[in-house]
């Protein structure tokens, strides 16, 4: 069974930047998409960008100048990095697989990161 | 990109079928067939239920189904159960090659 896990600060000062690590056991990150989705509190769901495997990637035009994943399959590891930060960016991060069929859907989630941004 | 537009709440009773709407553009829901669904009860991550518009992921009740006609997509439960009661979630791809989801839908179980 496939298992994802965030990991990263809880706690990021404006302007700085948001860095979390997705680790993936349980399964092989070969010839799947992996992503970051987000969800304020309280709020809906907003997708972040993906990368393939093999380090293509795609980036939610909203977010694009400031997001940047990258991917470390010889950990199964994945990760996110947001620059310049504000409150607007606190939210709970979810890292998930995307079906194999990759048909933008997303079947396996980690539990979700919570991070907030103040000073 | 705008969000996807679902009802704020939906309810039905047990037993009952209920139907939660997702309504886009012909630059989303209606020029595309990756269209999913998601079930999130509350402090728990998303579930998939449904992608490609009808196909149940494996594990997911067969009392879920999902449809789409022209700009608007759907996601019925039939024989609706207490554990049902949930926030859904629909999402599609894009013409613009990105993802949106809808707001979100509170199904109460009366």
């Known amino acids: 069974q496939v298992q994802l896990r965030e990991s990263g600060p809880g706690l990021v000062k404006p302007s700085e930047t948001l860095s979390l690590t997705c680790t993936v056991s349980?399964?092989?990150?070969?010839?799947?998409?992996w992503g970051w989705i987000r969800q304020p509190p309280g709020k809906g769901l907003e997708y972040i960008g993906y990368?393939?495997?093999?380090?293509?990637?795609n980036y939610n035009p909203s977010l694009k100048s400031r997001v940047t994943i990258s991917i470390d399959t010889s950990k199964n590891q994945f990760s996110l990095r947001l620059t310049s930060v504000t409150a607007a960016d606190t939210a709970v991060y979810y890292c998930?697989?995307?079906?194999?069929?990759?048909?933008?859907?997303?079947?396996?989630w980690g539990q979700g990161s919570l991070v907030a941004v103040s000073s | 990109q705008s969000a996807l537009t679902q009802p704020a709440s939906v309810s039905g009773s047990p037993g009952q079928s209920i139907t939660i709407s997702c309504t886009g553009t012909?630059?989303?829901?209606?020029?595309?067939?990756?269209i999913s669904w998601y079930q999130q009860h509350p402090g728990k991550a998303p579930k998939l239920m449904i992608y490609?518009?009808?196909n149940r992921p494996s594990g997911v009740s067969n009392r879920f189904s999902g449809s789409k006609s022209g700009n608007t997509a759907s996601l019925t439960i039939s024989g609706l159960q207490a554990e049902d009661e949930s926030d859904y979630y629909c999402?599609?791809?894009?013409?613009?090659?990105?993802?949106?989801f809808g707001g979100g839908t509170k199904l109460t179980v009366l």
């Open positions: 998930a697989r995307m079906v194999v069929t990759a048909t933008w859907g997303f079947d396996y």
């Open positions: 349980g399964g092989s990150m070969s010839g799947y998409y």
């Open positions: 990368i393939y495997y093999s380090g293509n990637t």
């Open positions: 012909s630059s989303d829901i209606g020029g595309y067939n990756s």
């Open positions: 490609d518009v009808s």
């Open positions: 999402g599609s791809y894009t013409s613009i090659n990105t993802l949106v």
